[in-house]
DNA sequence: AGAGTGAACCTTTTT
DNA sequence: GGTTCACTCT
C-alpha cells in the first residue's frame, strides 16, 4: 500500500460501516477497489469467495481480475467479480424453484425483445405509426424503476404511455411462455425471489459477505434494490462513484441512488478522492472548468501534482472525412515523434457509426486498430443462428429461436407454413415445438408439408436428448454436421471469401464453446447460451489483443480506460451535444459524457470538429460545440496560426508512409 | 417458395 | 449513404 495517499488508505481499512467512495476521475478508485479485496481477505480474513465485486461491464469486471491477480497473487480461491447482470443470472439459476421461470431460460437480447414488441403492436394494429423501439424503450424504464404492468400508473391523457403499459403485460406474458429472461428480468427476478423468500436471502447474504460496487453512480432503482436486499444496512459494503461520471441516465441510471444511500444506510461513511494520478494539468483545468457549468450537491475539484503539459488542441476540418485524415495523420506524425506504441493513443466518438470514417482512414495507412461497439460479433447472421439453435434444445418453449432457425437451412418450410404453425401454436395453446409433434394441428395440413414439420421437430428432441449426456460443444457440432451448415454458408455466400469468414466465424464461437466448457466442466447448455449472451465482444478482443492498436471506441465505452493520447471526434452541436438531448437535465448527460472523455487523456488531448458532415447522404453545415466555449481559453491552442502538422494539407500520404518506414528501419 | 428490386426508414449512448 | 422491409417476378 505505500503508493496510496491517505484518503486512499483510509478508504480501504474502512471496513466497520458501509462506505461510499466520491471518486474524481483519475483518482485511483480501480486500485482502491483491488487493494481493499486483498485487504479484506488478508487482513480481515474474510474468504476471497465471499467477496463480491459488480463492475457495469464485462470489460471494467476483467481489468478488475486482473488488478487483483497482481495484489493478491495467484491463490485458489478467487473472489466473484461480474456485471450486475451476471450476479442476477448466478442467484436466478441457484434459484431457479422459487422463481417464475423453469431451468433452461433463455436469455433475450435486444434483438429479440424489440422482435416481440414488434409482434405485439402488430396484434395491436398499431404498427407503422409507432416505432417498436420506442415502446420497448419505455417497457424497459418501468422495469428498471421494478414496476410490474400492474404498477404502472399511467396519465389517461398520454395514450403512447397506455398503448405501451398494453403491450408491456402481454410482453411479460409472452416472455414466461417463452420461458425467457430479458436483461431487466436478470436484476427484477432476483430481486424478486430474494424479498419473497426468507431462506434464500440469508443464504445470499452469508454467501456475500463482502459487496463492492464499482461506478455506483450508474445503478438504477432495480440494482439499487438489489444491493439494498443483499445488504441491508449491514457493514459489509463499499460503493464507488462519481456523479460527474454519471452517463447512463437515458437507461435508468439514476445518480441520486448516490444520495439515497445516506438515508438508508444511516452509517455511512463519506470519503472523496480527489487527487489524479492521471492527466496533465491543462487537461484536468479543463474538465474542472467544463464540469463547473453542470449544479452540484458536493463540490469536488481533481487536482494533481502532475505538470501543466501540453495545451490542448482544436482540430477544424472541413468535412468528415478531412476530419478523420487529419486524425490519423496526427497520430502517425507523434508516433513518429515520440515513439509512442499504437495503444497510447484513442479516438473517441459519441456514436458509433462514426467509426467506420476513422476505420478507413486507420486502414488506408496502415495503422492497426480496434473498433469496439459497432457490429458485434453476436449480430452476424451465421453467430445468431447457431445461437438460436443452441436456444432451442436448450429451451424448447423458446419460440422466438425456433422461429429464426425453422427454415435455416431450408427445410421445405415457408413463409406460409411457419403462418399456419404459428396460428396452429396460439389456437392449441402450446409452444411451437410441442405443436410440431400435435396431430389435431397436423391433420390439417397437406401431408408434405406435415412430414417436414413432423421430421424438424423429431429432429430437435433427438438433439435435446443427446444434449443432456454430453457436453454443449460436442451438441453444437453435432448439430453443425446434421444441417450441413458450412455447405449451406457455402451456397449462400456472395463470393468464397464472404464464406470463408463466416465459416471462421462459426469455427471461432465452437472454440467459445470448448473454452467454457473446459472452464467450467460442469457448465450445461442453457449454461452456455447465457454466458454467450451476456459476454458479448469483450472476450474476443481479449483473444485477439496481441496486437498493438489503435483504440476507435464511443465516450461511454471508454469510460474507465485511459490513453496517453486521446482525439475527441466531433466535437460538433448535434453530435455533443447530441441533437436528441434538448432538455436542460439531458444537456448537463451530455457535459458528463463530454467530461468524460476529456478525463481519458493522460498527456495529450485534441478536439475535433467539422465544418460540414454528411447526414442522411446530404451535407449539412455544423458548429463547434458548445461545451468548446466552457473550456479554458487559456489551455486552448486553435489551429489558426500555428504550423499544426496536420493543418500543412502537403504532408501527404506517401510521405508518411517512408518516414514510418525510414522508422521501422531504424527499430 | 425463394430471389430480386425499390421505397422508406434511419443515427445516440449498452447490459 | 446504408439498411431493412414489403412487394413483385420467376
Known amino acids: 500500500m505505500q503508493n496510496l495517499n491517505p484518503q486512499q488508505i483510509k478508504a480501504i481499512r474502512h471496513t466497520k460501516s458501509p462506505l461510499l467512495v466520491l471518486a474524481g476521475a483519475g483518482s485511483g478508485k480501480t486500485s482502491v477497489i483491488a487493494h481493499k479485496i486483498s485487504y479484506l481477505i488478508t487482513k480481515e480474513h474474510i474468504r476471497p469467495k465471499k467477496i463480491t465485486a459488480i463492475t457495469f461491464t464485462n470489460r471494467a469486471a476483467k481489468e478488475m481480475r486482473e488488478r487483483i491477480k497482481k495484489t493478491l497473487g495467484g491463490s485458489k480461491e478467487k473472489p466473484r467479480i461480474c456485471t450486475f447482470h451476471t450476479l442476477g443470472l448466478t442467484i436466478l439459476r441457484a434459484e431457479i424453484t ?39 424503450y419505455r417497457i424497459s424504464s418501468w422495469k428498471s424503476l421494478f414496476l410490474l404492468p400492474e404498477e404502472v ?15 408491456y403485460a402481454n410482453y411479460r406474458e409472452t416472455l414466461l411462455t417463452y420461458n425467457a429472461v430479458d436483461f431487466d428480468d436478470l436484476i427484477m427476478a432476483p430481486v424478486k425471489i430474494l424479498s419473497e423468500n426468507n431462506v434464500a436471502r440469508e443464504k445470499w447474504r452469508s454467501e456475500i459477505e463482502y459487496l463492492l460496487v464499482d461506478e455506483y ?69 479543463a474538465a474542472n472548468a467544463l464540469i463547473e457549468n453542470n449544479p452540484h450537491d458536493y463540490p469536488k475539484k481533481i487536482w494533481s501534482e502532475n505538470g501543466f503539459g501540453d495545451p490542448l488542441r482544436i482540430i477544424s476540418a472541413s468535412t468528415e472525412h478531412d ?16 515513439r509512442e506504441p499504437n495503444g497510447a493513443f484513442a479516438i473517441l466518438i459519441r456514436s458509433n457509426h462514426q467509426g467506420r470514417l476513422f476505420e478507413r482512414a486507420l486502414l488506408e495507412r ?85 412430414k417436414n414439420i413432423v421430421f424438424f421437430g423429431r429432429w430437435i428432441k433427438s438433439l435435446r436428448e443427446k444434449s443432456l449426456a454430453c457436453d454443449p460443444d460436442v451438441t453444437l457440432s453435432t448439430l453443425l454436421d446434421d444441417i450441413g451448415y458450412e455447405d449451406w454458408l457455402a451456397t449462400n455466400a456472395e463470393d468464397e471469401k464472404e464464406s470463408e469468414r463466416r465459416n471462421k466465424n462459426v469455427q471461432e464461437l465452437l472454440s467459445w464453446v470448448q473454452q467454457l466448457v473446459k472452464k467450467d466442466t460442469s457448465i450445461d447448455l442453457s449454461g452456455v447460451v447465457s454466458s454467450l449472451t451476456l459476454f458479448d465482444i469483450i472476450e474476443r478482443q481479449d483473444n485477439e489483443k496481441n496486437t498493438d492498436s489503435v483504440s476507435i471506441t464511443t465516450l461511454h465505452a471508454a469510460k474507465g480506460l485511459e490513453y496517453s493520447n486521446v482525439y475527441i471526434a466531433g466535437f460538433e452541436e448535434g453530435i455533443m451535444p447530441h441533437r436528441n438531448s434538448t432538455t436542460e437535465i439531458e444537456i448537463q448527460e451530455e457535459r458528463r459524457v463530454a467530461y468524460v472523455g476529456i478525463t481519458r487523456a493522460k498527456k495529450n488531448l485534441t478536439l475535433s470538429y467539422s465544418r460540414t458532415r454528411k447526414r442522411y447522404g446530404q451535407i449539412e453545415p455544423c458548429e463547434p460545440s458548445r461545451f468548446l466555449e466552457e473550456l479554458p481559453e487559456e489551455e486552448i491552442q486553435w489551429p489558426s496560426g500555428n504550423s499544426s502538422p496536420t493543418s500543412d494539407k502537403k504532408v501527404g500520404l506517401e510521405t508518411i508512409a517512408q518516414l514510418r518506414m525510414s522508422l521501422g528501419n531504424q527499430k
Open 98 to 136: 422459487l422463481s417464475d421461470y423453469r431451468s433452461g431460460f433463455s436469455i433475450l437480447d435486444s434483438n429479440d425483445t424489440v422482435g416481440i414488441v414488434t409482434e405485439l403492436l402488430r396484434k395491436e394494429k398499431r404498427i407503422g405509426d409507432i416505432a417498436p423501439i420506442l415502446v420497448q
Open 153 to 167: 400508473i399511467v396519465d389517461k391523457e398520454r395514450p403512447f404511455d397506455a398503448l405501451c403499459l398494453a403491450v
Open 217 to 285: 453512480q450508474d445503478t438504477n432503482t432495480a440494482q439499487y434494490k438489489l444491493v439494498r436486499t443483499l445488504t441491508n444496512g449491514r457493514q459489509n459494503m463499499t460503493v464507488v462513484g462519481d456523479d460527474d461520471q454519471s452517463i447512463y441516465g437515458w437507461r435508468g441510471a439514476d445518480p441520486e441512488n448516490l444520495n439515497q444511500l445516506q438515508k438508508d444506510y444511516p452509517t455511512l461513511e463519506v470519503i472523496k478522492l480527489e487527487q489524479n494520478y492521471r492527466s496533465s494539468g491543462s487537461i484536468l483545468k
Open 323 to 338: 476530419e478523420a485524415e487529419r486524425i490519423a495523420n496526427d497520430i502517425l506524425h507523434r508516433q513518429l515523434l515520440k
Open 366 to 450: 496502415n495503422i492497426p486498430y480496434t473498433l469496439s461497439g459497432g457490429q458485434s460479433f453476436f449480430d452476424y447472421a451465421e453467430i445468431k443462428d447457431c445461437i438460436c439453435y443452441m436456444r432451442i434444445i436448450a429451451n424448447p418453449l423458446d419460440n422466438n429461436a425456433l422461429l429464426r432457425i425453422l427454415n435455416v437451412p431450408r427445410r421445405g418450410i415457408g413463409t406460409q407454413s411457419v403462418k399456419s404453425l404459428v396460428e396452429g401454436a396460439t389456437k392449441l395453446g402450446l409452444s411451437i415445438l410441442e405443436t410440431t409433434e400435435n396431430t389435431d394441428f397436423l391433420d390439417t395440413l397437406s401431408p408434405n408439408i406435415a
